[in-house]
């Protein structure tokens, strides 16, 4: 069984730029979460999908923005990049009928820093 | 949203029970109680999740006192591998994890 895998590793993007941030759900998973994690801090949700909708957005503004596609596989997209952006992306897939678990499978994260 | 309060930080020894608490006075009726443990440089981890009274597996064990407003995690005969961030979070189950928040954990260092 797969895990969740995320692309790229690490990237490094200027303000004002757009990034688009990649991850693989695991396999029989069709629901993801982003989240964005400043160092020394626990993870904040940025957003959830489920069949491709948007069903759940944290305290974070329209410029960041996700896809998620036919095999569970989704997109994070960040426009206009500032400073405090920068932080590790880490997506997490679960299967939303797992019956009263709030278990979810974590992929390693994208760290993102912004110049 | 369930506010959590956990210790900033602990230490151990290779060896001994490691028991974590938090704190959690405004939970919901239908809150579950959830454990993560988070490795530097990697995404956190499940380790265990309860409602009420005692849940144990591989790992660890979480104790819940019957009016639920903590909870204790309990790490058997920690090793050098069990240093890692451990989070708390208090949320209803499989709503949607926007209600699930994970506060800055508590910081477990253990010693040879």
């Known amino acids: 069984e797969t895990g969740v895998t995320q692309s790229p590793t690490h990237l490094i993007k200027t303000r004002g730029q757009q990034v688009t941030l990649r991850c693989s759900s695991q396999?029989?998973?069709?629901?993801v979460s982003w989240y964005q994690q400043a160092l020394g801090q626990g993870p904040q949700f940025i957003f959830q999908y489920y069949r491709e909708e948007e069903n759940g957005r944290g305290n974070f503004p329209p410029r960041f923005s996700g896809l998620q596609f036919p095999n569970y596989s989704s997109e994070l997209n960040v426009n206009a990049l500032e400073l405090d952006d920068s932080a590790l992306y880490l997506c997490a897939s679960s299967h939303r009928l797992a019956a009263e678990s709030n278990e979810q499978f974590f992929g390693p994260g994208t760290r993102l820093t912004v110049l | 949203l369930a506010k959590t309060t956990q210790p900033i930080s602990m230490d151990s020894y290779e060896g001994q029970e490691v028991n974590i608490t938090c704190s959690h006075n405004?939970?919901?009726?239908?809150?579950?109680i959830t454990w993560y443990q988070q490795f530097p440089s990697q995404g956190p981890r499940f380790i265990i999740q309860?409602?009420?009274t005692k849940v144990t597996n591989e790992v660890a064990s979480l104790f819940i006192p019957a009016d639920r407003k903590s909870s204790t995690l309990s790490l058997p005969r920690v090793s050098l591998s069990d240093t890692a961030v451990y989070y708390c979070?208090?949320?209803?189950?499989?709503?949607?994890?926007?209600?699930?928040?994970f506060g800055t954990g508590t910081r477990l260092l253990v010693s040879p």
């Open positions: 405004n939970i919901a009726t239908n809150d579950y």
């Open positions: 309860g409602y009420k």
């Open positions: 396999s029989g998973h069709n629901t």
């Open positions: 979070l208090v949320g209803p189950a499989n709503t949607g994890f926007q209600k699930l928040v």
